[in-house]
């Protein structure tokens, strides 16, 4: 049976799987692992999937969640027999999150509303 009015909707996809990378380990900081899971996020989501869902104008967007296992390198307090810090490998995980809205949908704002909840909530900025 077919509705008369079609709702409208959000896809949400994890792709933390299709993203980890074989070598865990970032030996920068945990802001550059981000900005490689946030990459990673949005290179997985082809130009086909983009091409499907911008032509659907029920659809408002895409949330993707991808959280990544890492260790993150950092320098230690105490000096190694040289005299120079050594580095020490911290395990961290990696949560990101990123909104693509569908610009043809005459009322994406409302996912562009919530991605903006989203991020005052605490730990998500």
Known sequence: MREAHPG?????????????????????????ASQYVSKALREKIGRNILRVINSEK??????????VPTLIDQPSV?????????AISTPHRIDETVFIYNDNSP????L??????????????
Request: with cysteine; proline share 6%.
């Open 8 to 32: 409208k909707g959000i896809i949400a996809l994890d792709l933390s799987v299709l993203i980890r990378p074989t070598d865990c380990h970032c030996s920068d900081s945990s802001t550059v």
């Open 58 to 67: 029920r659809i408002l967007g895409l949330i993707i969640l991808g959280v």
């Open 78 to 86: 105490s000096p190694n027999l040289q005299g120079e810090p050594y």
């Open 107 to 110: 009322e994406y704002q409302l």
């Open 112 to 125: 562009e509303q919530i991605a903006q909840q989203y991020y005052r909530w605490p730990g998500t900025a």
